[in-house]
């Protein structure tokens, strides 16, 4: 068996120092939705030809938040608005998008449904903007299902990770693989040693179709904890890592990258939950 050298390459970000430069503007765009109040947006992509694709949430008519996913032109001109109101008429936040490389565009996050609480709420649009799919996820206990990143792999599989509720376990991880078609292949929850919250903030996918994802998970008397997983393009679980820092307190990763050999994964800790006052670099090694 090959075994490859992994780096997890940690970085504890309190304080950077920022260098002014000078930047010239090439458009700035904004958007107020149809209720002229509170729209926020969470998350950016661009495409191969320099489309901007931006989403969030945004107060509708009678509908409380909806998502608004934007296409914008590479002169900032906009393509089209989407908006989604879920099940509920209720809250539907997006905080993720992602484009492949047909121009499809894809979006998840968390919608209210009908008895269900937060599910999560995963869109595929056309590049023209019309709707090819929605899909829901609603986790065991009925209960709060809330989606945080999105990946596409080179076959157009879409994958969508973020916490839900377990059946006596508090929030699990939920990872969900999604044929081009929209069907579910797989979906995997991963419960940590604290039997507490295990929140997945970050996806990626690597060329041959095995997906990481990474955020924060109760450990046992460890407070949170960094929890890194890797699946086999079938669901399997390859391996678990975990990462408890120096001072046995909240540790949680937030991205998560691979490098151009797909051999080096880097995380990024939330600033201010490290209890440090001083920037730290953790390098750690797994050979799999």
Known sequence: ???????????????????????????VRRYNGPADTTDEAYAVAVDGSGNVYVTGKSWGSGTDYDYATIKYKPDGDTVWVRRYNGLADSTDEAYAVAVDSSGNVYVTGYSEGTGTNYDYATIKYYPNGDTAWVRRYD????????????????????????????????YDYATIKYKPNGDTAWARRYNGPGNSVDAA???????????????????????????????????????VRRYNGPDNVGDVASAIVLDSSESTIQMEILPGCEDTTDPLTVTIELRI
Not at 146 to 169: K, L, Q, R
Not at 206 to 231: H, L, M, P, Q, R
């Open 139 to 170: 986790g065991p206990l009925n209960n709060v299902d809330e989606a945080m990143d999105i990946a596409i792999d080179d076959s157009n599989n879409v994958y969508v990770t973020g916490y839900s509720v377990g059946s006596g376990t508090g």
């Open 201 to 239: 903030h970050a996806i990626i996918v690597d060329d041959s179709g095995n997906v990481y994802v990474t955020g924060e998970s109760f450990g046992s008397g460890t407070d949170y904890d960094y929890a890194t997983i890797k699946y086999k393009p079938d669901g399997d679980t390859a391996w």
């Open 1 to 27: 068996m090959i075994k490859r050298l992994v780096l997890l390459v940690v970085m504890l970000l309190v304080s950077i120092p920022v260098f002014a430069q000078t930047v010239d503007t090439a458009w």
